[in-house]
């Protein structure tokens, strides 16, 4: 298995806190990504990053932030929750620069807003 | 822009029998696609994909999935289903160099007794 992990697993949170959810690698892969799975809505790409400090959008970033500081440390933010992010969320990587197109996934994160 | 769907939200067949998950994309250039599967509260495991190459890909647990370019598919198959093939199967087309991912909507397996 991949060397992926996510920090909480599982989180109850108030409408309007902020959140953050963190995804490390020990992998040394490029490129990370963040994804939210729903019931009927498979997974959905959030923001994604393609190096240190590189990032850029999916198709549902609005209301997501992230930040790469370090290869290894991918982090989403949730600046003021709403109901409608609750959900499932994983981390992914990959390095197609490398030739690895193929994208892990890691254990996901239950994220509940009350 | 590439999108993937998966005709078949639910899918019932018997232990033993055989099963093909449907799978059809869009995208402009010859895709990377790929099927994941995910068991309840789990995450998702790779079962197998395709780059190029022969069109017929062989994967873990004793599943394949055929390429057809003209049909714009890849349907998955597997020639005698075990009850511990219920779960959740994923069909994802990759976008080349980026690595990213656009999934279907996903198709729920249940095994009969």
């Known amino acids: 298995d991949a060397g992926i992990t996510q920090s909480p697993r599982h989180k109850v949170t108030e409408t309007g806190t902020p959140v953050t959810l963190r995804c490390h690698q020990t992998?040394?892969?490029?490129?990370m990504y963040w994804y939210r799975q729903d019931p009927g809505h498979g997974l959905r790409l959030i923001h994604y990053s393609y190096g240190v400090k590189d990032t850029d959008k999916g198709e549902v970033s609005d209301g997501y932030s992230v930040s790469r500081s370090k290869t290894e440390d991918f982090l989403l933010t949730l600046e003021s929750a709403t109901s409608s992010q609750t959900s499932v969320y994983f981390c992914?990587?990959?390095?197609?620069?490398?030739?690895?197109?193929?994208?892990?996934f890691g254990p996901g994160t239950r994220l509940l807003v009350l | 822009a590439q999108s993937v769907t998966q005709p078949d939200i639910h899918i019932t067949v018997s232990e033993g029998a055989s099963l093909e998950l449907r799978c059809n994309y869009s995208y402009g250039a010859t895709p990377y696609l790929f099927w994941y599967v995910q068991s309840p509260g789990q995450g998702l495991q790779l079962l197998l994909k395709y780059f190029s190459g022969d069109t017929l890909v062989q994967g873990i647990k004793g599943f394949e999935a055929e390429f057809k370019r003209s049909q714009s598919s890849f349907n998955l198959r597997k020639p005698s289903v075990h009850w511990s093939d219920a779960a959740e199967y994923f069909c994802?087309?990759?976008?080349?160099?980026?690595?990213?991912?656009?999934f279907g909507d996903g198709t729920t397996l249940t095994v009969k007794p």
């Open positions: 994802a087309v990759g976008e080349a160099g980026v690595g990213k991912s656009t």
């Open positions: 992914a990587i990959s390095d197609p620069t490398s030739g690895q197109e193929t994208q892990y």
């Open positions: 992998e040394n892969h490029r490129y």
